[in-house]
T-cell receptor, first 111, second 118 residues
Framework: QKEVEQDPGPLSVPEGAIVSLNCTYS??????FMWYRQYSRKGPELLMY????GNKEDGRFTAQVDKSSKYISLFIRDSQPSDSATYLC???????????FGTGTRLTVIP | EAQVTQNPRYLITVTGKKLTVTCSQN?????MSWYRQDPGLGLRQIYY???????DKGDVPEGYKVSRKEKRNFPLILESPSPNQTSLYFC?????????????????FGEGSWLTVV
């Protein structure tokens, strides 16, 4: 079983839709949770960062962590064509160096 | 501008011909690492380095070597490439990842190096 599971999609939504992206994980020691966005032919870039459980909002993006269910989500409101990218979840333990990535979900927002 | 620069960006090579992918960062980061990205497998760490002369294996180190002689550079060496090393490679850098801050958990990735071994 992989440490981090993520539905690869692809996911296509119309412009303006609310998008929900999710990851599950098996290691209860993970404390730091991140979402990276990767445009085609580019390196991933950090989008959202959350420590432990709870919600974090940044503009149209909301990250949620439910440690009891070992489940994290990224919500995108009023999705735009510029949001079309692959979204990767990532997580690590406190004090650990290694970051575990999901496989990524490819999102296309159709104008 | 904060940057991780890797070269070459695209390379086709033959089995067994040694090659080096260079990586350089301008942010004075202690931590550097190499990942490969494959369809259905996501990003997997090859090697990482906590500082100069300190390197360690990641999840998929077989067939790769690294060195960290200077803080800014972290080359990836394929001594005898094989077709199963055909992949998209990313170099990355950050502050020490044990920090609990956003800055400490922000990994900066290079643009990627597409490597094909035939």
């Amino acid at each position: 079983q992989k440490e981090v599971e993520q539905d690869p999609g692809p996911l296509s939504v119309p412009e303006g839709a609310i998008v929900s992206l999710n990851c599950t994980y098996s290691n209860s020691a993970f404390q730091y949770f991140m979402w990276y966005r990767q445009y085609s032919r580019k390196g991933p870039e950090l989008l959202m960062y959350t420590y432990s459980s709870g919600n974090k909002e940044d503009g149209r993006f909301t990250a949620q962590v439910d440690k009891s269910s070992k489940y994290i989500s990224l919500f995108i409101r009023d999705s735009q064509p510029s949001d079309s990218a692959t979204y990767l979840c990532a997580m690590r333990e406190t004090g650990a160096n290694n970051l575990f990535f999901g496989t990524g979900t490819r999102l296309t927002v159709i104008p | 501008e904060a940057q991780v620069t890797q070269n070459p960006r695209y390379l086709i090579t033959v089995t067994g011909k040694k090659l080096t992918v260079t990586c350089s960062q301008n942010m004075n980061h202690e931590y550097m690492s190499w990942y490969r990205q494959d369809p259905g497998l996501g990003l997997r760490q090859i090697y990482y380095s906590m500082n100069v002369e300190v390197t360690d294996k990641g999840d998929v180190p077989e067939g790769y070597k690294v060195s960290r002689k200077e803080k800014r550079n972290f080359p990836l060496i394929l001594e005898s490439p094989s077709p199963n090393q055909t992949s998209l490679y990313f170099c990355a850098s950050s502050l020490k990842p044990s920090s609990g801050t956003v800055k400490g958990n922000t990994i900066y990735f290079g643009e990627g190096s597409w490597l094909t071994v035939v």
